[in-house]
């Protein structure tokens, strides 16, 4: 019986010990919050890049990858984990036991060949969109990598594409980037799970962490923890400016899986200077700014953040996926900048290097209003009134010039007369949609604007001086 009680209480022991071990590493908020705190950079010209990527505002946000090929979830079919974004849909995966499905996902590689990418269309398209910056996908978690990695033949560059004219696919998407004035982002999972020093194929793969425990493999993590090293630091090298390093899989952390990461920032910014890091969800150092995923904060931050939405339910393409209009992309960017955040707008590449006919209809009209429009979200800043019913206040730098973004409902029509609380003009009040003055009035601290005849049915952007 003391044998028994004793086995029992050393089983528990185990358990609650492993528990705790795990608690954090489990935690749903890597994936879809950000951290509570924020530490401000202490490197004047990381501070310097940090003010600039707060003025571009709209970033596009690109997942491609193997998951394109037949438009399954990317990397999270692989993951046994009970969670609700974790699955493996029959309808467009290989419908087989898990061993035989985990051999069918990577196994894509051999299928995927972009043979009409053209990295130069891609950025013009972009352009006329209204983004300003970019975060391109070079690996996500099931360890594919969108560049000719020297540390793993699991690249793009090794498969069907191999002979393409632009197979090193990222360093062509930068160059045609950089070309049109964008800000550079690299988006890397920290997490590789075809990597064996991450994953031994020997052992099953319960959870997105390790399977083996590193504390008795020391060895096999250190490999792992110099493969990471190596691959942002060719990503740093080889690639030209890069002004975004955007670290995924919040998960990899100290202390349960340190990957030494001050280092690889130190390194990374001996090669790129200024360079802004985004260690998702990991609060210090290494999140020069925070990654509110799929969701916009309740209210405004004084600190630099970037909510990451997607303009379909998924990330990467699928096939019929509906996309969201073009009024809440809008909306949305308009609502982020009133917070004093920037808004990066997930788009999924298809498997052959182009885009649905809708995402680029979406993306012309918002392009269009933001051609109008853009003084009025370009290089603002926050004011304290920043919201009003559906309307949402931004500010020039210098504090006096302000914006009031009417953010039409959708599918209604623009009123007769749009109104808010505070935020008094004084004196001459202009639509930038044409550019004339409008008329309006002031009484009680209510200000109500007459909306002009013949215009277009879209959101309204108006710019005065404040009282």
Known sequence: MKKMLLSIASICLSMALYAQQDKTIKADDFVHKSSETYEYPTDPEVLKKLEQWQDQKFGVLFHWGIYSVRGTAESWGLCSEPQPWMYRSRKNAYDAPYGEFKKWYWGQAKEFNPVNFEPADWAKTMKEAGFKYLLFTTKHHDGFCMFDSKYTDYNIAQGPY??????????????????????????????????????????????????????????KWAEFQQFTANQIGELMSDYGRVDVLWLDAGWVREPEQDIKIDEIVSNARRKQPGLIVADRTVAGRNENYQTPERKIPETQIAHPWESNIPLTKKWGWKEGAQCKSATWVINTLVEIVAKGGCFALGLGPKPDGTFDEEVYAVLKQTGDWLKKNGKSIYSTRITPNYHSGDVWFTADKDGRTLYAIYALPENEQLPAVIEWEGNIPDGRMVLLQNGKSVKYTCEGGKVKVTVPKGINNEALAFCFKLK
Do not use: C
């Open 162 to 219: 191999k002979n393409g004219k632009y197979s090193n696919v990222a360093y062509h998407l930068f160059d045609a980037f950089r070309k049109e004035n964008f800000m550079i982002g690299a988006y890397f999972s920290k997490a590789d799970w075809h990597n064996e020093d991450y994953w031994d194929p020997d052992y099953a793969t319960p959870t997105r962490n390790p399977n083996y425990d590193i504390r008795t493999n020391p060895q």
